[in-house]
């Protein structure tokens, strides 16, 4: 039986449009954080309810206000991985595969591949390699997450 990380690997591949990690019983914040403590608390605290409103945004149908909310937060701490992970997502929504693909990768950097925002990077940015007949990096960006 496949753990339920290896689950949520396979509803991303064979559901791309749900958010990643939709798993019945998975629960990635317990297995998997990303260290922020390297960051000062307030600006943490700032750019995690930017990311907040933005997904509320989002979500609401509203991706040029979340987007602006991403960048907001990318602004304020652009050494963390997050944000980029989280605007990559709406940039998708919006048809810029380009422009998501250049925040992945900027998000896989900045995260060392460590941490949740590494794996939810790497699968989208496995997504974004299928979906453009490139197998291969799917393939290893799909692997390299699935280690995680």
């Known amino acids: 039986m496949a753990s339920l990380n290896d689950q949520a690997v396979l509803q991303a591949i064979f559901n791309p449009n749900a958010p990643f990690g939709d798993v019945a019983g998975l629960n990635l914040k317990a297995e998997q954080t990303d260290d922020d403590s390297r960051f000062e608390p307030q600006l943490v605290a700032q750019v995690k309810a930017l990311e907040v409103e933005g997904v509320s945004l ?62 939810q990077a790497l699968v989208q940015r496995a997504l974004l390699h299928r979906l453009a ?9 799909f692997r390299r997450a699935a280690e995680l």
Do not use: C, H, M, W
Not at 133 to 141: I, K, V, Y
């Open 58 to 119: 989002a979500e609401a149908g509203n991706v040029d206000r979340a987007l602006e909310s991403f960048t907001r937060a990318v602004g304020i701490l652009p050494e963390r991985a997050s944000g980029y992970n989280n605007r990559a997502q709406v940039l998708r929504l919006k048809g810029d595969t380009a422009g998501a693909l250049k925040d992945l990768d900027k998000a896989v950097e900045l995260s060392g591949e460590r941490g949740l925002s590494a794996a």
């Open 133 to 141: 007949g490139r197998e291969p990096e799917a393939e290893s960006d």
